[in-house]
């Protein structure tokens, strides 16, 4: 599985990867990178509360990671994560801004991370090599992800001559992988976010048994999905919301699709041949 980072959350990334976390730590990594620039300040209790786990179960992460407790976790932390501008947590910055303002203004992180993380282009202009190379190309995304799927696709669908969103699941969903297979695909996209659905997991490590390359956007690159994932591209989303806010992954299809057009030398062609017959059948409102 190869991942991308950004530069502020690749040194938390190389504590956490490589290790056997339970899911209840995965949880915990997963806050502590979307917070990378804030955890160094907060205590166990805080961190319990934003990953919505118990305070204990904060002492036994830090443990697993080789650490006497979560104050020496937090020591090093504030050794190898850097700063906030103000010496302070971001929480405290934002400590007059009402809910709403601080949904947004979390998801406006989550952006700036993402752009840190797309300073090394590579991963994802692989990716898009690899879509546009896959006839036809499959796009999973299921519960919360079907949204992000279809977005993909019906883009894709204008550049891309095959492409196949599959986004309900069900008994038929390893035969539509195992069609797109026998028609020549080589890879399959995912859209992967919380809560995972055990289907996708399964569906993945499916689709790779059956010799696809697995791409897949998920919200941490310790989501469930990393291990049956070819490669991951993370884009973390907002939580400061009852239901979760998908900013970044949706931006991050977009980025895709726009690598994917660059291994596609016919795409301005097939856009082009798009508007003259939308214009000629009127589609769209001057």
């Known amino acids: 599985m190869?991942?991308?980072g950004s530069t502020a959350?690749?040194?938390l990334r190389a504590l956490f990867e490589g290790r056997?976390?339970?899911p209840t730590q995965r949880r915990i990594a997963h806050c502590m990178v979307g917070r990378a620039a804030e955890v160094p300040y907060l205590s166990s209790v805080e961190v319990a509360e934003l990953?919505?786990?118990s305070q204990p179960s904060v002492t036994r992460f830090a443990v697993a990671l080789g650490f006497d407790g979560y104050p020496a976790l937090r020591r090093h932390l504030r050794e190898v994560v850097p700063a906030s501008p103000a010496g302070r947590p971001p929480s405290e910055e934002k400590a007059e801004s009402n809910?709403?303002?601080r949904a947004v203004e979390e998801e406006i992180a989550n952006l700036r991370r993402?752009?840190?993380?797309?300073?090394d282009p590579a991963p994802v202009r692989e990716a898009g090599r690899l879509l546009a190379a896959s006839r036809p190309l499959p796009v999973l995304g299921l519960r919360a992800a079907a949204a992000q799927a279809r977005g993909f696709a019906y883009f894709a669908a204008k550049v891309h001559p095959d492409v196949r969103p599959l986004t309900e699941g069900g008994s038929m969903l390893h035969d539509r992988i195992d069609g797109a297979r026998r028609a020549g695909a080589d890879a399959l996209l995912c859209f992967a976010l919380p809560r995972h659905?055990?289907?996708t997991v399964e569906a993945l490590a499916h689709a790779r048994e059956e010799g696809l390359t697995v791409v897949t956007v998920a919200d941490s690159a310790f989501a469930p999905v990393a291990r049956v994932s070819d490669l991951l591209v993370p884009a973390a989303v907002g939580t400061g919301l009852a239901f979760d806010t998908a900013c970044g992954p949706m931006l991050l299809g977009r980025v895709l699709l726009e690598a994917m057009c660059d291994g596609l030398p016919e795409a301005q062609a097939r856009l082009e041949e798009f508007d003259v017959r939308a214009a000629s059948?009127?589609?769209f409102v001057e």
């Open 20 to 22: 056997r976390l339970t």
């Open 2 to 4: 190869s991942t991308t």
């Open 9 to 11: 959350d690749a040194r």
């Open 281 to 283: 059948r009127g589609l």
């Open 114 to 119: 993402l752009a840190d993380a797309l300073a």
């Open 51 to 53: 990953a919505g786990v």
């Open 99 to 101: 809910a709403y303002q």
């Open 197 to 199: 659905p055990r289907e």
